[in-house]
């Protein structure tokens, strides 16, 4: 993850403006706007930031992705219309969960991610953690019942005209309680 | 650990070449599913979950040993290339050959990938909806295949006694309702 995107994750999930965060970090907002933008800062800036939108840094045992980490880069491919690469860091994603167990699958998937920008997008994503956390009996983080993330009809996830479409038992039941219809071993390894 | 494009794996599969080379090792790497097609037939992305099967000459240890070191100095996971493949009932054995297509071949390190023919089949057998469906396209136009009867002749040839699911079945009929033309989908070449 980039430092501008740990800085901005941070201050937009805790609803401050960088203004805000400026003044209790004790540094400029400009600083703060180009750093959200990709300029480099020291440790110690980046440190001071995020504390100040009353987060912390932590350092976990693994190298897998958040899944905060995954959804800006599926936000990046659709906004470049790349669906096939924004599929493959979707199953990155359940991928990454899937090969942690307990609290390490559950901290991947406590950072509230940003919106892809696309409502069946959001709720899959959200579908998908609750999935794979409640398989391993992990709790479930507040954004991933957010009413944003669950679509009011059921929609399938089809990416290719020739997606064939699932009846309701080929899917999981996590996603049918967001309102999308993908299917099962769409997220399995062969 | 986030997907990788092309030049991520070919930079990873060149790291670990190098890294073989310098431990000395004579391995034999047979690859199948994303990295194959992303290597040999079309560009695409692929997960960090590079399908292997068992080294032969050589051993696994040897792979996964100098995957490891590559995995550090890229922080991937070090489990990026593995052989859970060889657990699954993927790989065809009962029927028709697998052929191998060598596209690394130097110092006792040989990589090949699976046969587009293969790698159709394989893939028909898995026939997940949005994961696999592009892959069938490209594959069915590579392998020039126009009905859905070659298709399933085949299937059949690498999986002797099985059909086709009713899903691939799908699959095929509405990828087959559009003009597939044969096509040299072109990735560029590269060197390991």
Redesign the interface.
């Known amino acids: 993850m980039s430092a501008s995107s740990l800085v901005r994750r941070a201050r937009t999930a805790s609803g401050h403006t960088q203004k805000q965060v400026a003044r209790v970090a004790g540094i400029d907002q400009s600083s703060i706007s180009r750093i959200e933008r990709g300029r480099d800062a020291d440790f110690n800036t980046i440190t001071r930031i995020v504390n100040a939108t009353g987060y912390q840094l932590v350092a976990l045992p693994?190298?897998?992705?958040d899944v905060a980490?995954?959804v800006s880069?599926i936000a990046r491919d659709l906004k470049a219309n790349d669906t096939?690469?924004a599929?493959?860091?979707l199953?990155?994603l359940n991928?990454?969960l899937v090969?942690e167990r307990g609290l390490i699958r559950g901290v991947l998937a406590v950072a509230e991610p940003e919106s892809t920008g696309n409502p069946l997008w959001d709720a899959t994503i959200a579908a998908i953690v609750e999935w794979r956390l409640t398989e391993d009996h992990v709790p479930l983080p507040q954004w991933v019942g957010d009413s944003s993330r669950t679509l009011s009809t059921p929609t399938v996830?089809?990416?290719?005209?020739?997606?064939?479409d699932?009846t309701f038992a080929d899917v999981p039941r996590e996603f049918i309680k967001h309102g999308v219809l993908?299917?099962r071993?769409?997220?399995?390894?062969? | 650990m986030t997907s990788l494009t092309r030049a991520d794996l070919i930079d990873g599969l060149r790291d670990l070449v190098a890294q073989l080379r310098a431990d000395g090792a004579v391995v034999g790497i047979r690859l199948v599913g994303g990295a194959a097609l992303a290597l040999r037939y079309f560009d695409r992305g692929v997960t960090q979950d590079i399908d292997m099967l068992h080294v032969q000459p050589g051993t696994d240890a040897e792979v996964v040993r100098a995957a490891t070191r590559v995995a550090d100095r890229h922080n991937w996971d070090a489990d990026w290339v593995n052989f859970r493949v060889t657990e699954a009932d993927a790989i065809p054995t009962l029927g028709r050959e697998v052929e191998w297509e060598v596209i690394h071949d130097s110092d006792g390190i040989v990589i090949e990938v699976a046969s587009k023919e293969a790698m159709l089949a394989m893939k028909l057998r898995a026939s997940r909806p949005v994961r696999d469906t592009d892959d069938i396209r490209k594959l069915v136009a590579l392998c020039q295949i126009d009905t859905l009867e070659t298709a399933e002749n085949l299937y059949e040839s690498f999986y002797p006694g099985d059909g086709l699911t009713d899903r691939a079945v799908t699959q095929l009929t509405n990828i087959l309702r559009e003009e597939v033309a044969p096509r040299d989908l072109g990735v560029p070449s590269f060197t390991l």
């Open positions: 693994t190298r897998r992705a980490t995954l880069n096939q690469r599929i493959r860091d199953i990155q991928d990454n090969a996830l089809r990416l290719d005209p020739a997606d064939p699932p993908a299917w071993d769409t997220f399995e390894s062969v």
